[in-house]
Protein backbone atom coordinates (compact mmCIF):
# COMPACT_ATOMS: atom_id res chain seq x y z
CA UNK A 1 0.00 0.00 0.00
CA UNK A 2 0.81 3.40 -0.66
CA UNK A 3 0.24 6.26 1.25
CA UNK A 4 0.46 9.75 0.24
CA UNK A 5 0.03 13.10 2.48
CA UNK A 6 -1.97 15.15 0.95
CA UNK A 7 -1.89 17.87 3.18
CA UNK A 8 0.10 18.47 7.10
CA UNK A 9 -1.49 21.59 7.53
CA UNK A 10 -3.99 22.66 10.65
CA UNK A 11 -7.54 24.65 10.31
CA UNK A 12 -6.20 27.40 8.59
CA UNK A 13 -3.35 26.16 6.64
CA UNK A 14 0.35 27.63 6.50
CA UNK A 15 0.71 29.99 5.42
CA UNK A 16 -1.59 31.66 7.15
CA UNK A 17 -3.61 34.21 5.24
CA UNK A 18 -2.26 37.71 6.13
CA UNK A 19 0.45 36.40 8.19
CA UNK A 20 3.99 37.46 7.81
CA UNK A 21 5.94 35.37 10.43
CA UNK A 22 9.01 33.38 9.79
CA UNK A 23 7.07 30.26 8.69
CA UNK A 24 4.43 31.88 6.90
CA UNK A 25 6.86 33.82 4.67
CA UNK A 26 9.31 30.64 4.22
CA UNK A 27 10.77 29.62 0.89
CA UNK A 28 10.88 26.02 2.24
CA UNK A 29 8.02 23.84 0.53
CA UNK A 30 7.77 21.92 3.73
CA UNK A 31 6.31 24.97 5.20
CA UNK A 32 3.16 24.99 3.07
CA UNK A 33 1.11 22.92 4.36
CA UNK A 34 -2.39 22.14 2.47
CA UNK A 35 -5.57 20.89 5.04
CA UNK A 36 -4.79 17.47 6.31
CA UNK A 37 -6.01 14.07 4.71
CA UNK A 38 -4.17 11.54 2.81
CA UNK A 39 -4.65 8.56 0.10
CA UNK A 40 -4.05 5.68 0.20
CA UNK A 41 -3.72 3.75 -2.52
CA UNK A 42 -4.38 -0.10 -2.02
CA UNK A 43 -4.30 -3.15 -4.72
CA UNK A 44 -7.85 -3.06 -5.09
CA UNK A 45 -8.75 1.17 -5.24
CA UNK A 46 -7.96 4.20 -3.86
CA UNK A 47 -9.54 5.11 -0.64
CA UNK A 48 -8.99 8.91 0.93
CA UNK A 49 -8.67 9.84 4.42
CA UNK A 50 -11.11 12.83 4.74
CA UNK A 51 -12.07 15.65 2.01
CA UNK A 52 -10.11 18.41 3.38
CA UNK A 53 -10.73 21.89 1.99
CA UNK A 54 -7.81 22.14 0.18
CA UNK A 55 -9.31 18.80 -1.61
CA UNK A 56 -9.13 19.96 -5.50
CA UNK A 57 -5.56 21.40 -5.39
CA UNK A 58 -4.50 18.32 -3.43
CA UNK A 59 -5.87 16.30 -6.53
CA UNK A 60 -4.35 18.33 -8.85
CA UNK A 61 -0.77 18.15 -7.89
CA UNK A 62 -0.56 14.79 -6.19
CA UNK A 63 -2.96 13.32 -9.26
CA UNK A 64 -6.02 11.75 -7.98
CA UNK A 65 -7.01 10.04 -10.94
CA UNK A 66 -9.54 7.71 -9.22
CA UNK A 67 -11.82 7.59 -5.55
CA UNK A 68 -13.37 4.77 -3.95
CA UNK A 69 -14.04 5.11 -1.45
CA UNK A 70 -13.52 7.82 1.96
CA UNK A 71 -12.73 7.47 5.42
CA UNK A 72 -14.00 10.26 7.23
CA UNK A 73 -12.03 11.31 11.09
CA UNK A 74 -14.88 13.80 12.12
CA UNK A 75 -16.82 16.39 10.31
CA UNK A 76 -15.27 19.54 11.14
CA UNK A 77 -14.58 21.83 8.21
CA UNK A 78 -10.86 21.77 7.51
CA UNK A 79 -11.57 17.50 7.18
CA UNK A 80 -14.90 17.79 5.14
CA UNK A 81 -15.11 21.09 3.40
CA UNK A 82 -13.38 19.55 -0.52
CA UNK A 83 -16.15 16.76 -0.40
CA UNK A 84 -17.75 18.24 -3.51
CA UNK A 85 -15.35 17.49 -5.71
CA UNK A 86 -15.95 14.04 -5.37
CA UNK A 87 -18.11 15.03 -8.23
CA UNK A 88 -15.76 14.50 -10.70
CA UNK A 89 -15.41 10.47 -9.30
CA UNK A 90 -18.83 9.85 -9.34
CA UNK A 91 -18.86 11.24 -13.20
CA UNK A 92 -15.80 9.22 -14.35
CA UNK A 93 -16.51 5.92 -12.61
CA UNK A 94 -20.24 5.76 -12.89
CA UNK A 95 -21.18 5.05 -9.53
CA UNK A 96 -21.65 6.40 -6.04
CA UNK A 97 -18.80 6.58 -3.38
CA UNK A 98 -18.33 4.95 -0.03
CA UNK A 99 -18.58 7.35 2.28
CA UNK A 100 -17.38 5.12 6.16
CA UNK A 101 -17.37 7.27 9.62
CA UNK A 102 -19.56 6.81 12.78
CA UNK A 103 -22.72 7.53 13.40
CA UNK A 104 -22.29 11.26 14.65
CA UNK A 105 -19.87 12.00 11.96
CA UNK A 106 -22.29 10.71 9.29
CA UNK A 107 -25.38 13.09 10.95
CA UNK A 108 -23.01 16.29 10.45
CA UNK A 109 -22.09 15.24 6.81
CA UNK A 110 -25.59 14.80 5.72
CA UNK A 111 -26.34 18.46 8.00
CA UNK A 112 -23.49 20.02 6.01
CA UNK A 113 -24.48 18.98 2.78
CA UNK A 114 -27.62 18.66 2.44
CA UNK A 115 -28.34 19.38 -0.84
CA UNK A 116 -26.26 16.05 -1.60
CA UNK A 117 -28.65 13.86 0.09
CA UNK A 118 -32.03 15.65 -0.93
CA UNK A 119 -34.05 15.41 -4.64
CA UNK A 120 -33.96 18.67 -6.75
CA UNK A 121 -31.43 21.01 -7.91
CA UNK A 122 -32.14 21.56 -12.12
CA UNK A 123 -28.76 19.97 -13.84
CA UNK A 124 -28.35 17.78 -10.73
CA UNK A 125 -24.32 18.12 -10.42
CA UNK A 126 -24.57 16.65 -7.02
CA UNK A 127 -22.09 14.65 -4.94
CA UNK A 128 -23.96 11.08 -4.90
CA UNK A 129 -22.05 9.10 -1.93
CA UNK A 130 -22.78 5.86 -0.15
CA UNK A 131 -22.68 6.60 3.73
CA UNK A 132 -21.66 3.70 5.99
CA UNK A 133 -21.54 3.77 9.41
CA UNK A 134 -19.01 1.52 11.00
CA UNK A 135 -17.66 1.08 14.77
CA UNK A 136 -16.07 -2.08 14.30
CA UNK A 137 -13.12 -3.49 11.67
CA UNK A 138 -14.65 -4.34 8.12
CA UNK A 139 -13.34 -4.50 4.87
CA UNK A 140 -12.96 -2.22 2.40
CA UNK A 141 -10.83 -2.78 -1.00
CA UNK A 142 -9.60 -6.29 -0.11
CA UNK A 143 -8.17 -4.88 3.23
CA UNK A 144 -9.22 -4.68 7.24
CA UNK A 145 -9.64 -1.39 8.20
CA UNK A 146 -9.68 -1.02 12.02
CA UNK A 147 -11.55 2.44 13.38
CA UNK A 148 -9.77 3.86 16.49
CA UNK A 149 -11.56 6.16 18.21
CA UNK A 150 -9.91 8.76 19.85
CA UNK A 151 -10.80 11.77 22.03
CA UNK A 152 -10.15 15.38 20.01
CA UNK A 153 -11.68 17.67 23.38
CA UNK A 154 -14.85 16.00 24.18
CA UNK A 155 -15.69 14.72 20.56
CA UNK A 156 -14.73 11.22 20.11
CA UNK A 157 -13.23 11.17 16.74
CA UNK A 158 -11.54 8.54 14.79
CA UNK A 159 -8.18 7.30 13.50
CA UNK A 160 -7.87 4.30 11.25
CA UNK A 161 -5.63 1.40 11.08
CA UNK A 162 -4.44 -0.43 8.25
CA UNK A 163 -2.63 -3.28 8.80
CA UNK A 164 1.11 -2.44 10.47
CA UNK A 165 0.02 1.80 9.53
CA UNK A 166 -2.20 3.88 11.37
CA UNK A 167 -3.70 7.12 11.13
CA UNK A 168 -4.54 9.52 14.05
CA UNK A 169 -5.05 13.10 13.77
CA UNK A 170 -7.37 15.90 15.61
CA UNK A 171 -6.45 14.60 19.16
CA UNK A 172 -6.14 14.92 22.71
CA UNK A 173 -6.31 11.53 24.78
CA UNK A 174 -6.22 8.17 23.48
CA UNK A 175 -8.21 5.84 25.48
CA UNK A 176 -6.47 2.72 26.79
CA UNK A 177 -8.67 0.48 24.57
CA UNK A 178 -7.93 2.55 21.57
CA UNK A 179 -3.85 2.10 22.43
CA UNK A 180 -4.36 -1.44 22.39
CA UNK A 181 -6.22 -1.30 18.87
CA UNK A 182 -2.38 0.64 17.76
CA UNK A 183 -0.33 -2.45 19.10
CA UNK A 184 2.44 -3.49 16.79
CA UNK A 185 1.97 -0.18 14.58
CA UNK A 186 5.02 0.22 12.49
CA UNK A 187 4.39 3.50 10.42
CA UNK A 188 2.12 6.00 12.09
CA UNK A 189 0.91 9.42 11.17
CA UNK A 190 0.10 11.00 14.43
CA UNK A 191 -1.68 14.89 14.89
CA UNK A 192 0.63 17.78 16.77
CA UNK A 193 -0.89 21.15 16.56
CA UNK A 194 2.02 22.98 18.03
CA UNK A 195 4.29 22.72 20.91
CA UNK A 196 2.07 25.63 23.12
CA UNK A 197 -0.71 23.35 24.91
CA UNK A 198 -4.22 23.94 22.76
CA UNK A 199 -7.45 22.04 24.57
CA UNK A 200 -8.07 19.46 21.47
CA UNK A 201 -5.25 18.87 19.97
CA UNK A 202 -1.52 17.36 21.60
CA UNK A 203 1.53 19.80 21.46
CA UNK A 204 4.62 18.17 19.83
CA UNK A 205 5.70 16.87 23.15
CA UNK A 206 2.37 14.92 23.98
CA UNK A 207 2.32 13.63 20.49
CA UNK A 208 6.35 12.30 21.16
CA UNK A 209 5.13 10.58 24.32
CA UNK A 210 2.06 9.06 22.68
CA UNK A 211 4.44 7.99 19.75
CA UNK A 212 6.74 6.14 22.13
CA UNK A 213 3.51 4.41 24.09
CA UNK A 214 2.70 3.22 20.39
CA UNK A 215 6.18 2.58 19.84
CA UNK A 216 5.74 2.83 15.64
CA UNK A 217 9.44 2.42 13.77
CA UNK A 218 8.57 5.64 12.41
CA UNK A 219 6.37 8.08 12.78
CA UNK A 220 5.06 11.78 11.24
CA UNK A 221 3.72 14.43 13.30
CA UNK A 222 0.64 16.09 10.89
CA UNK A 223 -1.53 18.92 11.24
CA UNK A 224 0.68 21.28 12.16
CA UNK A 225 0.60 25.26 12.57
CA UNK A 226 2.57 27.77 11.92
CA UNK A 227 4.92 27.70 15.00
CA UNK A 228 6.32 24.49 13.41
CA UNK A 229 9.37 25.22 11.00
CA UNK A 230 9.59 22.07 9.68
CA UNK A 231 13.87 22.20 9.66
CA UNK A 232 13.96 23.77 12.86
CA UNK A 233 12.26 21.98 16.19
CA UNK A 234 11.80 23.77 19.27
CA UNK A 235 12.36 20.67 20.72
CA UNK A 236 14.28 17.42 20.28
CA UNK A 237 12.16 14.87 17.35
CA UNK A 238 13.48 11.69 19.36
CA UNK A 239 14.56 9.31 16.85
CA UNK A 240 12.13 8.07 14.13
CA UNK A 241 9.95 10.91 14.66
CA UNK A 242 9.70 13.56 12.79
CA UNK A 243 7.26 16.36 10.69
CA UNK A 244 4.90 15.20 8.13
CA UNK A 245 4.84 17.59 4.87
CA UNK A 246 2.83 17.53 1.95
CA UNK A 247 3.25 15.24 -0.76
CA UNK A 248 5.25 12.33 1.45
CA UNK A 249 4.53 9.03 0.37
CA UNK A 250 5.22 5.90 2.66
CA UNK A 251 5.17 2.26 1.22
CA UNK A 252 3.99 0.39 4.08
CA UNK A 253 2.44 -3.56 4.51
ZN1 LIG B 1 -8.58 19.30 11.91
ZN1 LIG C 1 2.52 32.65 10.27
ZN1 LIG D 1 -11.01 18.66 14.23
Not at 208 to 220: H, L, S
Request: glycine share 10%; hydrophobic share 40%.
Amino acid sequence: MRVTMLGSGTSTGVPVIGCTCSVCTSDNPRNKRWRAGLRLELERGVALVDTPTDFRAQALRYGVHRVDAVLFTHAHADHVFGLDDLRIFNFRQRTAIRCYASAPTLAMLRRYFAYAFEDGQEGGGKPMLDLVEVREPFDLLGRRIVPVPVWHGELEVYGYRLGDFAYVTDCSRIPEESFRLLEGVRTLVLGALRYRPHPTHFTVEEAIQAAARIGAERTFLTHLTHDIDHDAPAVPLPPGVGFGYDGLTLEVD
